[in-house]
């Protein structure tokens, strides 16, 4: 039984991927590993609960002694590491705690892995792991920075992140493929676009407007509302991870995008048109210091080489998210409240 360790399983996408993983491979034991913070809900995870092949435990990615105690326990064999500050406005506001988890947590992880799998762990000369082994990197788009009005982000092209948030995402890559090249450790970075569906946490552009909607307050739309995002559903999000968990080419990057590009206020337009509200709840504000104007992936690398598609169109997958948004009132309740943040 293979052992696989999830990072950031309480959050938006890891729990997706957690209750993914566990419908399909029944073989596999999955270890949550999320320190719980203000992004992290258990609630997420509340159908695998019980799952006999899924364990949680409440801790940091960046505490060396806490991990080391993981691998030994549970005895790893591939990480998923999702687990980061990811808010961008946050970051702008402070970028410490950015750089502590994305950037110092995934070391942490790497060297645990690197020593855990070495066939000779005191060896740094050592490139040798033992067979079946893998640390996947959760990256993203924003690595790349912004694009102009044509063209499409592939995976040789440079890294020029315009915000702490994607700054210290690139820091993480660099970090991946450092270990990689210098200790030959098995490693995947996949970069996607961004995702939306099921319990993605409402400081969010699609979940704030969802749920603001059906409560008929204002909808805030950045500047002119004009920036294009290329949106990709959490479950095909979720099958590239598994395509790439399994077939990735140990060293290789993977873009991964929905090949749906949409304006934010196209986007908001459309959320208010399925829920029957009125265009005027629509409130244009400020705009974020530093925003990217258009991020769009080119997905040829995995559709080609590891037979990957999105399945999912965007008109389905958004109709799916707020019909999961207006069925899920309590779990919105709970976040709202401040009570989901149970121990
Ligand atoms: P999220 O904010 O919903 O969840 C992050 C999770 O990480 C939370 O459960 C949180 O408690 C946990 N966490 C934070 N710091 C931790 C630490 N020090 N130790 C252990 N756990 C910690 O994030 P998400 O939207 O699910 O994103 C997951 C990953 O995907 C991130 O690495 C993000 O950069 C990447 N990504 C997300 C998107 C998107 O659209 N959501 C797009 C591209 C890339």
Redesign the pocket.
């Given at each position: 039984m293979k052992s696989i360790l999830v990072?950031?399983g309480?959050?938006?996408?890891?729990s997706n991927f957690i209750k993914y993983m566990l419908g399909r491979y029944p073989d596999y034991k999955i270890v949550n590993?999320?320190?719980?913070?203000y992004?992290?809900n258990l609630d997420n995870l509340k159908e695998v609960e019980q799952n006999p092949n899924y364990a949680f435990v409440k801790?940091?990615?960046?505490d060396n002694k806490k991990v080391e105690e993981i691998f030994g326990q549970y005895d790893i064999d591939i990480v998923v590491n999702?687990?980061?500050?990811?808010h961008v406005d946050r970051s702008i506001l402070d970028s410490s705690i950015f750089v502590r988890?994305n950037v110092l947590?995934t070391q942490v992880l790497l060297e645990v892995a690197r020593k855990h799998w070495s066939i000779r762990p005191d060896d740094r000369h050592c490139r040798e792991y033992r067979e079946g082994v893998k640390f996947i990197q959760?990256?993203?788009?924003e690595v790349y920075g912004t694009l102009g009005n044509t063209g499409k982000f592939t995976e040789d092209m440079p890294l020029l992140p315009n915000n702490p948030y994607s700054a210290s995402?690139a820091g993480a890559d660099l970090m991946v493929r450092a270990y990689h090249k210098t200790y030959g450790l098995p490693v995947n970075i996949t970069r996607?676009?961004?995702?939306y569906g099921p319990n993605?946490?409402p400081e969010?552009l699609i979940p704030l407007m969802i749920i603001n909607c059906i409560k008929e307050k204002d909808l805030p739309v950045y500047g002119d509302g004009m920036q294009i995002r290329d949106w990709l559903y959490v479950y095909d999000h979720c099958a590239a991870i598994d395509a790439v968990l399994h077939k990735g080419v140990s060293g290789e990057i993977y873009n991964i995008g929905g090949n749906n590009e949409k304006t934010n206020i196209e986007l908001v337009r459309l959320i208010v048109k399925y829920l029957g509200k009125s265009g005027s709840l629509i409130k244009h504000v400020k705009d974020r210091p530093g925003h990217d104007r258009r991020y769009a992936m080119d997905n040829t690398k995995i559709t080609s080489q590891l037979g990957w598609q999105p399945a999912y169109t965007f008109e389905r997958g958004i109709q799916e998210t707020i019909a999961w948004y207006m069925n899920n009132q309590e779990w919105i309740d709970n976040i709202i409240s401040g009570g989901y943040r149970r121990e």
């Amino acid at each position: 039984m293979k052992s696989i360790l999830v990072t950031g399983g309480a959050g938006f996408i890891g729990s997706n991927f957690i209750k993914y993983m566990l419908g399909r491979y029944p073989d596999y034991k999955i270890v949550n590993v999320d320190a719980l913070t203000y992004a992290g809900n258990l609630d997420n995870l509340k159908e695998v609960e019980q799952n006999p092949n899924y364990a949680f435990v409440k801790a940091d990615i960046a505490d060396n002694k806490k991990v080391e105690e993981i691998f030994g326990q549970y005895d790893i064999d591939i990480v998923v590491n999702f687990a980061a500050e990811t808010h961008v406005d946050r970051s702008i506001l402070d970028s410490s705690i950015f750089v502590r988890t994305n950037v110092l947590g995934t070391q942490v992880l790497l060297e645990v892995a690197r020593k855990h799998w070495s066939i000779r762990p005191d060896d740094r000369h050592c490139r040798e792991y033992r067979e079946g082994v893998k640390f996947i990197q959760i990256s993203t788009d924003e690595v790349y920075g912004t694009l102009g009005n044509t063209g499409k982000f592939t995976e040789d092209m440079p890294l020029l992140p315009n915000n702490p948030y994607s700054a210290s995402k690139a820091g993480a890559d660099l970090m991946v493929r450092a270990y990689h090249k210098t200790y030959g450790l098995p490693v995947n970075i996949t970069r996607c676009s961004n995702n939306y569906g099921p319990n993605q946490f409402p400081e969010k552009l699609i979940p704030l407007m969802i749920i603001n909607c059906i409560k008929e307050k204002d909808l805030p739309v950045y500047g002119d509302g004009m920036q294009i995002r290329d949106w990709l559903y959490v479950y095909d999000h979720c099958a590239a991870i598994d395509a790439v968990l399994h077939k990735g080419v140990s060293g290789e990057i993977y873009n991964i995008g929905g090949n749906n590009e949409k304006t934010n206020i196209e986007l908001v337009r459309l959320i208010v048109k399925y829920l029957g509200k009125s265009g005027s709840l629509i409130k244009h504000v400020k705009d974020r210091p530093g925003h990217d104007r258009r991020y769009a992936m080119d997905n040829t690398k995995i559709t080609s080489q590891l037979g990957w598609q999105p399945a999912y169109t965007f008109e389905r997958g958004i109709q799916e998210t707020i019909a999961w948004y207006m069925n899920n009132q309590e779990w919105i309740d709970n976040i709202i409240s401040g009570g989901y943040r149970r121990e």
